[in-house]
């Protein structure tokens, strides 16, 4: 039988894996089971979960990559939010409705403002004072008159005043708002025509009747018509009218405009559409032609006239009107008196004759006038009378008619006729003429509201010309004062413009202006309804030229309205904005653009055949500090997962970075623990017990912490965890829960309880010791029968020579350093042997034996310089002559596992794992790197797990979408790495020292130790996957919890991430400014990288219509514009189609629209037809190396997925570049606050 071992299985089937016989115990050849000749499909089928799943997914990479450049470029190109216009100064929210700033371009001299005062004396300079004296600024009353028609378009209901002053015309400021104006805030007419009314105030009392008779005419149907006259000799005739009547005929000719009202007043219910010519709501039907429905042949009446109803009848004050109907008017007493002043002093002078007391309303009968003159003594001349209210007349939409014979202001007169007197109108008012005093209305209790007039004095009662009793106000509606509190500026050039804005512009959450609030320049009509503007030196005699001025003071209109650009995203802080997250978006690219890709395909299901084709299986287990608790639960947990069935030599290495003599005596009493564990028996083999045995334990301890094993922790553990440690527990449940009671003697149970009892005790001893740092410790275990199990142990304590401090740590073999003497004719077996030889090269006694080779001893301190050590090793261990298998497998590849002491794998981690080295038809697949299975805390649930330490970001979702092309990272522990050599390979290498000479200045070449993990930076895990993506092969990744790890304190994981970031940044400035093969292709990609957000940069910002291409030359310009203007016109058809009212409306917008598409279209078909050239490229290069089997001088990648690799190699060396992102939002937030 050839140097090995061989085993047997046993006959039950765990977990349901495939096992082959192999033979008994007494069988004495290694018989190997062939592999399975099932064949699998040639595709799989797109539609299953999976190929849906993934479908998905490129849907939505592909949406990303098209919407979030177009919503970029959309951000700069498309118009800014009226709200946002003009940022830069203090807000004043720009028209935001359709039509709106429009507005202000139709009108001429909109606003009428009065000239820039020319005097001094027409300035105020107490508006501001400087340490109590007063300055040269100045401000002044303004007078601003609205008339503009086309502000009706616009929905402007309301329109405030704001007033803006410069004195260059290029920084402007505000100066007055709608808090200066008076005697409203705000224009309460838009136009001259509506703004230009006129009232009149009638008298609190009408005419008293005549007789009896015109009483009962006051409360029936009544009209009451206002007559209103711009014509002097039409006055005189109405003043002179025979009996105060007015034939109706006479209106078309005394009547320029008439209006009024009719029906039943004094609170009556009574409609008053009853009336002939009177509407429903109490007023007057009048034509040009016709009043109440009467034509007056010759009439043209024009305008209208409307008549209100003064409140609470006041005689008094200003009259504040309500909008009641006729019948609604409330109606008081008044009292007239019809002696005359002459007679009153008469009959002072006679005794007894004096004015008779006034009549009481229990004198009369409700509506009914005391009768004036009635016979008997004492009678009164004096009574008392239902009135109509006050209530103003107000004329408007006149106009004053040609000619010279006309009144400055229009005048009228109030007429009455009633259902009776059809066709004739009388005067409702009395005439004062000097002789009667007129009459006064009463109060509710009978008494004169006005002054007691019959305490008066005697005297004249005064007498207003006809005239002027009769003449109507004018009413400015549309004409506004700027009473100003602050300053315009300083005496001399000055440009003054009115502006009118609505009030929306109140509504949008804008308060008020503030004094002196900067404004943007011209043109105005993006801000104001409406807008005028005057110029000259204010408040000086001197009125030399001025720029856009005229000479009479105006500002030319055009100067102050005009096309409004508008504004777009392109200020400083939006193009940061922009660039910063297109950088995030292509960092975003690269991170996502591997899960196009489809996942690699490996074997399903484990099979002990797989083993076959390994040379042996490794689990490394570093440690530098922890205590023997936790590297006991390591190991335990790394026999525990040993494959079942396995054909190949299964190794555990504890790797003890501190040469801790305890650690080597406690990993010995595992060895004894295992050796006391029950042999074969009828039905189960000793390898089946001990699989048994540590399968329990590792479910003991699993969820373990560091704080319960007190590593870290200073005290005593309790003792069920020492029993669960200690191997106790474990027993204890193989005797009562899998039968071991009845399935053993006690005897045959004793020795494995002593083992147990003695690995107790020794974890209990916290003592720590170091023996021999500067020289290398190993120690082996095998089982007694080498065939009855594939497990070996291995402890491994490489050399720690005390290093001078004050020598600088080198990884070559220099002054200060420790090093050993290979000779030439050297062997490898004798690797130890030299490196028990090692010493320390001495500073001026340098060794030049140029018969030997000089090798350091230690190139790496670190965690990279043990897995190496370990590894060549067991690659010696397995060449020994005993160790030999003597078929396929000593020379085939061996899987080395790498977990951390504070780690854990689980029982199914190698049944997990192989598979994923193996192809679908269980063929060793050489392109597989190595697999990685996520990190897991149990301690750490999600909620809590604040500082990430599951790393739940990395494993849940970037290596889930880097696993689709083979691009997963390895993170140290949990990693198993396919390790292989080639036949004669050597454990020494030659190497490039990275030092030049001091005297030749040449970088020699030197011996070292070969090195399977890279050993120059922190990082190993990264730069060794690094290396596994130059030289073309794959990773897997494992989505399943298969290790149980025992998290760090806060502190000791924020070192670690320290840590990598520091490893992250030596290993990216080692490979960029490196030489080493394959780099390039990092470079290559690197430099895509760039060009890709280049053009990001360039779509987002270009605003011509070509291409580099064109501007270099390569492309025929006339071509190019050809098929420009094609692909705008097709956009310009598309947009009308989806919005034709908008873009109708405004046409620059489409043209940004169409710009911006285009721009996008460009870097679409640019961006697709370059990685179609690397398609293309690397399918060529595919077909060349693995289907014609051409070598190429240099590597470069013949898949696709190898370049998603690279990008995901170009991300982990290059993502440290954009730190500043972080402190660049955080300051951009503060910004924008």
Aim: with cysteine; hydrophobic share 35%; charged share 20%.
């Amino acid at each position: 039988m050839p140097p090995g071992y061989s085993y047997q299985s046993d006959s039950s089937d765990e977990a349901g894996y495939s096992t082959s016989a192999i033979g008994s115990d007494d069988s004495q050849e290694n018989t190997l089971t062939p592999k399975s000749q099932q064949r699998k499909p040639w595709c799989r089928s797109p539609f299953s979960m999976a190929g849906v799943c993934h479908a998905c997914y490129v849907c939505q990479f592909l949406i990303f990559m098209v919407v979030f450049p177009l919503w970029a470029k959309w951000l700069v190109t498309s118009p800014m939010p009226t709200q946002y216009w003009h940022d830069t100064y203090p807000k004043w929210p720009a028209i935001g409705a359709v039509g709106g700033q429009e507005l202000a371009l139709n009108a001429v001299n909109p606003i009428q403002m009065t000239a820039i005062p020319q005097t001094p004396d027409s300035c105020n300079y107490s508006c501001s004072a400087w340490r109590g004296f007063r300055t040269a600024e100045m401000n002044f009353q303004v007078s601003l008159t609205l008339n503009d028609s086309v502000l009706s378009k616009g929905y402007a209901h309301t329109v405030y005043p704001v007033l803006l002053a410069s004195a260059d015309f290029k920084d402007w400021w505000v100066v007055a708002d709608r808090r200066h104006a008076w005697p409203s805030p705000f224009w309460r007419a838009r136009t001259a025509k509506a703004g230009h009314s006129y009232s009149y105030l009638t008298d609190t009392c009408t005419k008293p009747p005549a007789s009896f008779s015109q009483v009962s005419d006051q409360f029936t149907g009544t009209y009451v018509l206002a007559c209103v006259t711009w014509s002097p000799t039409a006055f005189a005739k109405l003043e002179s009218a025979k009996g105060d009547e007015i034939d109706e005929s006479e209106l078309a000719t005394l009547c320029s405009t008439v209006g009024g009202v009719c029906g039943w007043s004094c609170d009556s219910t009574i409609p008053s559409d009853r009336l002939p010519g009177c509407t429903v709501d109490g007023t007057i039907e009048v034509t040009p032609t016709s009043v109440g429905g009467t034509q007056i042949p010759h009439a043209n009446f024009a305008g209208k006239v409307e008549m209100r109803e003064c409140l609470d009848g006041s005689s008094s004050g200003k009259c504040e009107t309500a909008t009641g109907l006729f019948k609604s008017w409330k109606c008081h007493k008044c009292l007239y008196d019809s002696s005359t002043a002459e007679e009153d002093r008469r009959l002072q002078l006679i005794p007894g004759m004096g004015p008779s007391p006034i009549a009481g309303d229990d004198d009369i009968l409700p509506g009914v006038a005391a009768a004036a003159g009635g016979a008997g003594k004492g009678a009164s001349t004096s009574q008392i009378y239902f009135s109509l209210p006050r209530f103003k007349v107000i004329a408007s939409g006149t106009s004053v008619p040609a000619g010279t014979d006309v009144f400055s202001q229009p005048r009228t007169f109030i007429l009455t006729s009633s259902e009776a007197t059809k066709g004739r109108w009388k005067k409702l008012y009395k005439t004062n003429d000097g002789k009667t005093k007129p009459p006064v209305p009463l109060d509710s209790k009978g008494k004169p509201v006005d002054k007691a007039w019959s305490e008066e004095e005697p005297g004249s009662i005064p007498v207003f010309d006809a005239a002027s009793a009769h003449a109507m106000t004018l009413q400015a509606q549309n004409r506004l004062e700027i009473e100003p509190t602050w300053c315009y500026g300083m005496q001399g050039p000055m440009y003054l413009v009115a502006c009118a804005v609505n009030s929306t512009l109140y509504d949008s959450g804008f308060t008020r202006f503030k004094a002196g609030q900067q404004a943007a320049p011209p043109p105005f009509n993006d801000r104001c309804m409406a807008v005028s503007g005057r110029c000259g030196h204010a408040c000086q005699a001197e009125q030399p030229a001025m720029s856009n001025c005229t000479a009479g003071g105006f500002i030319q209109q055009h100067l102050l309205v005009g096309p409004v650009k508008e504004e777009k995203n392109q200020t400083t802080p939006v193009w940061l904005f922009i660039y910063v997250l297109l950088i995030g978006f292509g960092v975003k690219v690269v991170m996502l653009c591997p899960g196009i890709f489809s996942p690699y395909a490996h074997c399903r299901r484990y099979d002990p055949v797989l083993t076959e084709s390994l040379r042996y299986i490794v689990v490394c287990v570093p440690s530098a500090g922890e205590n023997k608790c936790t590297v006991l639960r390591n190991v335990v947990g790394a026999i525990g997962c040993m494959p079942k069935d396995c054909k190949c030599r299964y190794h555990v290495a504890f790797v003890d970075e501190g040469h801790r003599a305890e650690q080597k005596a406690a990993f010995a009493k595992l060895g004894q623990l295992i050796d006391a564990i029950p042999r074969s028996t009828m039905s189960t083999s000793y390898s089946f017990h001990v699989s048994q045995f540590f399968h329990q334990w590792v479910d003991d301890t699993k969820k373990l912490e560091l704080k319960l094993v007190k590593d870290g922790v200073k005290g005593e553990m309790e003792t069920s965890i020492l029993e669960r440690m200690s191997g106790r527990t474990t027993l204890r449940k193989l005797k009562r829960e899998q039968g071991w009671e009845q399935m053993f003697p006690a005897q045959v149970l004793q020795p494995l309880e002593a083992a147990i009892d003695v690995l107790e005790q020794d974890l209990k001893n916290t003592k720590r010791e170091q023996r021999d740092l500067h020289r290398d410790d190993v120690q082996d275990w095998e089982p007694e029968d080498r065939n009855s199990l594939a497990l070996r142990l291995h402890y491994l304590a490489r050399a720690k020579p005390p290093e001078d401090e004050r020598t600088i740590k080198a990884q070559h073999v220099a002054p200060g350093t420790w090093y050993y003497q290979v000779p030439v004719k050297a062997q490898q077996s004798d690797w130890l042997r030299l490196r028990a030889l090692g010493k320390e090269m001495v500073y001026g006694l340098e060794d030049d034996d140029i018969t030997k080779r000089n090798v350091p001893l230690r190139t790496s301190r670190g965690k990279a310089g043990g897995l190496n050590f370990t590894e060549n090793y067991l690659s010696l261990y397995a060449d020994e002559p005993k160790n030999l298998y003597g078929d396929q497998r000593d020379d085939s590849p061996y899987l080395f596992s790498i977990c951390d002491a504070r780690h854990q794998f689980q029982t199914d981690f190698f049944h997990t794992t192989i598979p994923y080295f193996f192809d679908e038809d269980q063929n060793l697949d050489p392109r597989v790197g190595f697999t990685q299975c996520p990190q897991f805390f149990h301690e750490m649930a999600d909620k809590l797990d604040y500082l990430d330490n599951n790393n739940a970001q990395f494993f849940r979702l970037n290596c889930m979408i880097r696993n689709c092309c083979g691009g997963v990272s390895s993170c140290g522990t949990n990693g198993t790495w396919a390790i292989y050599h080639k036949p004669g390979d050597s454990i020494w290498e030659i190497e490039k020292t990275r030092v030049r000479d001091a005297e030749t200045k040449i970088k020699s070449k030197e011996y070292v130790e070969r090195r399977t993990f890279h050993e120059s930076c922190k990082v190993e895990d990264t730069a060794s996957s690094l290396q596994q993506v130059l030289k073309g092969n794959h990773s897997q990744f494992i989505n399943r919890r298969l290790s149980y790890g025992m998290a760090k304190n806060p502190i000791d994981y924020l070192a670690a991430v320290q840590r990598w970031a520091e490893g992250g940044v030596v290993l990216s400035l080692q490979t960029f400014l490196s030489c080493h093969k394959g780099v390039y292709m990092i470079w290559f990609t690197f430099l895509f990288f760039i060009l890709f957000l280049a053009s990001l940069f360039n779509m987002v910002s270009e605003t011509r219509d070509t291409i580099v291409l064109v501007d270099m030359g390569l492309v025929d310009k006339d071509w190019f514009d050809s098929l420009m203007i094609k692909l705008t016109d097709h956009v310009r058809q598309w947009a009308f189609l989806i919005n034709p009212n908008a873009f109708q409306r405004n046409p620059q917008l489409l043209n940004d629209y169409v710009q911006m598409t285009t721009h996008f279209a460009l870097w679409v078909v640019g961006l697709s037809c370059c990685l179609l050239a690397i398609f293309l490229a690397t399918e060529f290069l595919k077909v060349l190396q693995r289907g014609i089997g051409c070598k190429l001088p240099c590597i470069w990648p013949d898949e696709m997925r190898w370049w998603g690799r690279l990008l995901i190699s170009m991300d982990n060396l290059t993502y440290f570049l954009w730190f500043w992102t972080a402190f660049f939002w955080i300051g951009f937030n503060y910004y924008s606050a």
